[in-house]
């Protein structure tokens, strides 16, 4: 169901500063925004949708393989109740914003058997730009947003009636030039979908629970990283299902991996947790290139069992020093690192740094490596868990919800050059839930969110911001 766009919104432009400035009369006079003062906004609503399940929807994520494309087409997806929704087609010329199609995956004892119903024709398929939400029940539904309505193409169920996907990535199927989803959940599988032929073409097991997060390797499409509740890392080849390596045991996380992420040139991955712990790992170690590079072998892809998976224990970089709470979120931007906890912000800091003297030596021990904090972006009401925040592809804009359904939204280029944020707060009279994810389009033009209530939000850019990519110093003051 969609929103009337007539419905009362507010987009307020803000700036973080240490001033106190008059605030819009909707906001009130509430201590939790003294710290932001009004500016021109970025994004405005356009269209809101509301999947009839009612169920919370975790996660939201673009692909941006076919960015390429020209004009580009802005497609995503989101899970929720196993129920379908598959309207008929309408007799139309625009084949496919409105073609519609249901997969429902059937579990064997081999692997996962595909039922269609509908479909988009195969060579139109690997052409679409896709986005994806995950939501708290096993359903995969994919939309497109044509001009400013969203449209529904694709449904997928999963059958085993205990899976809840939490999350999902977008990759390349390099040997055919199109894209493929990965999704997983509370099972611990892993499910390779081949949105051209409509397959779940592969299924990866060996966590021993739940996976929170899982992500492709941003220059070699064929690795895609996981991260799980039973405190490890799983490196996997997604050409024949090998687990390449492993990354836990003596140092590493202590309780549930809910993040993990490699940098933009996929040299380092960062992970977070339950355990308060943010690692550092390296992944140009040369016993790590060499598991990589043994795993391609077409021995191996026959037996996978035979294959000596690689144990990394020890990670390059460890810290308490952030977060008092669960870390649920982390992300990359230039050689800093943004984290998130239950603390209401989000915050920029750098490996490195002077010691605590002010701590006692077994404590500065137990925190770990020295951090430098560069900034605190404040994000008020977003003390709960499991809420992620986004980047877009020049790592300009950054964007977060809270459990009042409102949406802070940071120019980056500006802190970079004056450690000033601008942030623009977005919300509408009725996005109340959490806003659990939210996610840029390949272009930065389209910000879309989605909610505990099954909602899915999209906020398009007005006007254009500063297209040189933000970086930030290593070095720059702690805060």
């Excluded at 802005?74 to 309207?87: D, K, L, M």
């Excluded at 007799?91 to 269609?116: D, E, G, P, W, Y």
Aim: aromatic content about 10%.
């Amino acid at each position: 169901d969609e929103f009337p766009i007539s419905a009362p919104t507010h987009s307020t432009h803000l700036t973080h500063t240490s001033n106190t400035h008059p605030l819009p009369s909707h906001l009130g006079r509430s201590s939790r925004y003294q710290h932001f003062t009004m500016g021109p906004p970025h994004f405005d609503f356009v269209t809101a949708v509301k999947e009839d399940h009612g169920s919370p929807l975790f996660g939201v994520h673009f692909n941006w393989y076919n960015a390429r494309l020209d004009p580009p087409q802005h497609v995503f997806a989101t899970v929720g109740s196993n129920r379908v929704r598959c309207p008929c087609i309408p007799t139309t010329n625009l084949a496919i914003s409105n073609f519609k199609a249901f997969i429902m995956f059937r579990q064997s004892k081999t692997s996962c058997v595909t039922h269609l119903h509908f479909g988009i024709p195969y060579a139109i398929l690997p052409t679409l730009l896709l986005v994806s939400f995950i939501s708290f029940c096993a359903q995969v539904s994919v939309y497109e947003c044509v001009d400013r309505t969203i449209s529904l193409l694709q449904t997928y169920v999963d059958d085993n009636p205990k899976e809840l996907y939490y999350t999902c990535a977008w990759g390349q199927d390099i040997k055919h030039d199109r894209s493929i989803l990965a999704v997983a959940g509370a099972m611990g599988i892993i499910r390779i979908i081949d949105m051209a032929a409509f397959q779940n073409t592969q299924t990866f097991m060996g966590h021993g629970h739940a996976i929170n997060e899982i992500q492709f390797h941003p220059t070699n499409p064929n690795l895609l990283l996981s991260a799980s509740k039973d405190h490890g890392i799983r490196l996997w080849n997604c050409t024949n299902g090998i687990c390449i390596a492993v990354l836990a045991g003596e140092s590493g996380h202590r309780d549930e991996v809910l993040s993990a992420c490699f940098n933009p040139t996929g040299t380092k991955i960062v992970s977070c947790g339950m355990d308060q712990a943010i690692k550092v790992w390296d992944f140009t170690s040369q016993p790590l290139n060499k598991a990589i590079e043994d795993s391609f072998n077409p021995e191996y892809a026959e037996h996978k069992k035979r294959f000596p998976t690689l144990a990394v224990h020890f990670p390059i970089f460890s810290t308490f020093h952030v977060h008092r709470n669960y870390v649920d979120c982390v992300k990359w931007f230039d050689e800093a690192i943004l984290s998130k906890s239950t603390e209401s912000q989000i915050v920029c800091w750098a490996p490195g740094g002077d010691q605590r003297l002010d701590l006692k030596e077994k404590r500065r021990a137990y925190l770990g490596d020295p951090v430098t904090v560069l900034k605190r972006f404040p994000m008020p009401d977003c003390d709960i868990w499991y809420v992620r925040f986004s980047l877009n592809r020049d790592n300009t804009l950054m964007a977060g919800g809270n459990k009042e359904g409102q949406i802070f939204l940071w120019e980056l280029t500006t802190f970079a050059e004056t450690d000033a944020a601008f942030c623009q707060l977005l919300e509408h009279a009725k996005c109340q839930r959490a806003v659990r994810q939210t996610a840029f389009s390949a272009d930065g033009k389209i910000l879309i969110a989605v909610c505990d209530d099954g909602t899915v939000w999209r906020w398009d850019r007005t006007r254009s911001g500063s297209s040189q990519p933000a970086t930030v110093a290593a070095s720059a003051a702690s805060e």
